[in-house]
């Protein structure tokens, strides 16, 4: 691996590290990064005859072109507009923790105990994407899905610990998508889980939401403090549970743009912890309400606090679903609440209005099971196997989006940043001060023969670009190894691959069980090798930001 590496990463090193017995290597490596870093030549990219993507501008991803798709989508979009006289609602479902498997309409639902109708009919009325992308873990994935960016971008690298103080304020220099919504005239709001920052100045209100309602924090950072059966070392220890009440207090806030939050249920039992996510779709339900009586445009992240552990089946919910373990309950929980969220669309009329995306911030965590999901794939949650960053995805309007077969074209939730502010009309207040990873799938999603506008999914560790998916090909440059099974955030290590890549063809083994890199990829190095070149070489323009999060080692 360390050649490999070194032709990724040898440009990036400041002259004084490079050795001269490299140089005669630096020389294929460090004249195409410069010339990407500086100009970001296109031609570069065209001498890759692989390369189907075209760079519009320096701040912004390169993507493949769909010219067709792109006008049947415009004028699917304008057509709408001047039928209903504003632009349309987005509406994102986002679960936590939810592994690829767990619908029904992947594989899962009734098959593993826990039947999800109304995400399969959002499916089978709509266009169920197979190979969506997210981060591996939940704030890294929340603020790339907020942000159109990665991580190591705007520095949130991983998950916020219960309390924990930023040196620096990771919003003070970013443009979420709903503050970009906000600005152009729509409402903003999220419900449920935030994980994004604790402190004034960082809440969801305080960053570009006109409103919100949930929990700053994660689910297993209230339980922790609640119950004692699974964490007696803490809750019956009043010193310690006290210390940590000092930095954070398990409660569900509120709050409104320029106003301070409010406390609307501090949560003092796992019963009273049970019925949070019933909050948030009273929440979320109203709000739609509200903006569809006002004719007023919205954006709304639905952010569910399931299915992340600690699950404490909600009143009427214990035993429910037929495999009967709290996970499967709030499984079926979820899928009600979507049922839910979908007709009070349809009963205000908004249905045939709003983009519906579904989806989870990272794969299943098989580190809690059996308070966890399933997934056909290898690792989960905190590893970049595909069970760590495939999610479900399901996008979902009536009207706009006709059913259509799955398709497994790919899709970065980061992607849905751009996509909303292109479906919201706004494309053009993206600054390009900032690089943006994501690209805008509206024609992917609109138009009947809509493809994916996006060549290739990087995928970080931390701060560290550790694998990539192209076309059916996965290859990691790094590997998360695990000691023990189903161990991926407790007992894992991330080390680099030897002299080649690991590299899997998902259509032939999807599981990432046998590394075929040299023996059968040896061709694909010479396309993916530019590409990601090309991603690293970005950094040069639009340098990494520090929160100050890295662990101290
Ligand atoms: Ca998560």
Redesign the pocket.
């Known amino acids: 691996m360390y050649l490999f590496s070194f032709m990724i990463y040898y440009p990036l090193l400041p002259i004084k590290h490079q050795s001269e017995s490299k140089m005669k290597l630096c020389f294929l490596t460090v004249f195409p990064a410069f010339m990407f870093s500086t100009v970001f030549v296109s031609h570069l990219c065209a001498q890759n005859p692989f390369d189907e993507t075209v760079r519009v501008a320096a701040h912004l991803e390169p993507a493949i072109p769909r010219p067709e798709p792109s006008k049947i989508a415009k004028d699917k979009l304008a057509a709408l507009r001047s039928k209903t006289g504003r632009p349309p609602n987005i509406l994102v479902l986002l679960v936590?923790?939810m592994g690829w498997g767990d619908i029904g309409a992947n594989g899962g639902g009734v098959v593993i105990g826990a039947p999800t109708p109304n995400i399969d009919k959002l499916s089978q009325d709509g266009l169920r994407l197979t190979s969506v992308y997210a981060q591996s873990?939940?704030t890294p994935?929340?603020a790339a899905l907020m942000t159109g960016r990665f991580p190591s971008r705007t520095g949130l690298t991983r998950?916020l610990m219960a309390g924990e103080a930023l040196s620096v304020n990771p919003w003070s220099d970013e443009d979420i998508a709903a503050k970009l919504l906000s600005a152009a005239g729509y409402r903003t709001a999220l419900s449920g889980k935030w994980?994004l920052g604790e402190a004034e100045g960082t809440r969801p209100h305080d960053v570009g939401y006109d409103e919100y309602l949930g929990i700053l924090g994660?689910a297993s950072e209230m339980t922790q403090a609640i119950d004692a059966r699974i964490y007696p070392d803490l809750v019956l220890r009043p010193e310690r549970r006290e210390a940590l009440r000092k930095l954070v207090i398990p409660e569900v806030t509120t709050g409104k743009k320029a106003s301070a939050a409010q406390t609307v249920q501090e949560i003092k039992t796992p019963e009273e912890m049970s019925t949070i996510d019933q909050m948030f779709a009273d929440y979320s339900a109203n709000f739609i309400q509200k903006c569809a009586s006002d004719r007023k445009p919205f954006y709304l992240i639905h952010a569910f606090s399931r299915v992340?552990n600690d699950n404490y089946p909600a009143p009427g919910y214990a035993g429910k679903s037929p495999a009967g373990f709290p996970y499967k309950d709030a499984i079926i929980e979820v899928d009600d609440i979507v049922g839910r969220l979908i007709r009070t669309l349809k009963e205000t009329g908004q249905l045939e209005n709003t983009l519906v995306f579904f989806t989870?911030?990272?794969g299943a965590?098989e580190d809690v099971w059996p308070d966890s999901g399933f997934q056909p794939w290898r690792g989960g949650?905190g590893t970049t196997w595909e069970g760590g960053v495939r999610v479900p995805g399901i996008a979902y309007w009536p009207g706009m989006i006709a059913p259509r077969p799955a398709n497994d074209g790919l899709f970065d939730l980061m992607d849905l940043f751009n996509t909303s502010l292109a479906i919201a009309g706004i494309s053009d207040q993206i600054s390009s001060k900032r690089y943006i990873d994501g690209i805008d799938q509206s024609s992917f999603l609109l138009a009947d023969n809509g493809q994916s506008s996006r060549q290739a999914v990087f995928m970080y560790g931390d701060n560290r670009m550790v694998a990539m998916r192209w076309k059916e090909y996965k290859i990691h440059t790094s590997v998360y190894l695990t000691h023990q099974p189903m161990r991926n955030l407790d007992e894992s290590v991330l080390t680099s691959t030897g002299d080649w890549p690991w590299v899997y063809n998902l259509y032939m083994d999807p599981k990432e069980q046998r590394s075929t890199g040299h023996r059968y990829f040896e061709w694909g190095f010479a396309a993916i090798l530019p590409m990601l070149k090309s991603h690293i070489a970005t950094y040069f323009k639009y340098p990494r930001k520090s929160l100050g999060l890295e662990t101290p080692r």
């Open positions: 936590d923790d873990t939940c994935s929340r998950p994980h994660v992340h989870s911030d990272n965590n949650k």
